[in-house]
């Protein structure tokens, strides 16, 4: 209720960017620290993927693979992957521009 309603998104976007730096900075001071990460993985056919992972002194240490997912959610992931392959291109042809 910090805003009454209003910007709700952007105290959850804060809140997950101040995980993620806590969990890269923690292990790049030795200790291992796991987080979910949009990072580059082969735990898809996608180049990129969120997922838990594990941060260590080198970066990115491990990524975690998806686990057991219901029949359902089997099936919503593969109605999505067209779209987030997309999503990823159009990400990197912006990059590389």
């Not at 997922?51 to 998806?66: A, N």
């Not at 919503?76 to 159009?90: C, F, V």
Request: include cysteine; proline fraction near 2%.
């Amino acid at each position: 209720s910090a805003k009454g309603g209003k910007g709700s998104a952007t105290l959850s976007m804060a809140c997950a960017a101040s995980r993620f730096a806590k969990a890269v900075l923690a292990g790049l001071n030795g200790t291992d620290t796991v987080e979910c990460a949009y990072v580059m993985s082969s735990i898809t056919e996608l180049p990129y993927f969120a997922s838990k992972v594990t941060f260590g002194k080198e970066g990115v240490k491990e990524v975690h693979p998806i686990g057991e997912l219901s029949v359902y959610e089997k099936e919503r992931l593969a109605g999505l992957m067209a779209t987030l392959k997309e999503e990823i291109d159009a990400g990197l042809e912006y990059a590389a521009a």
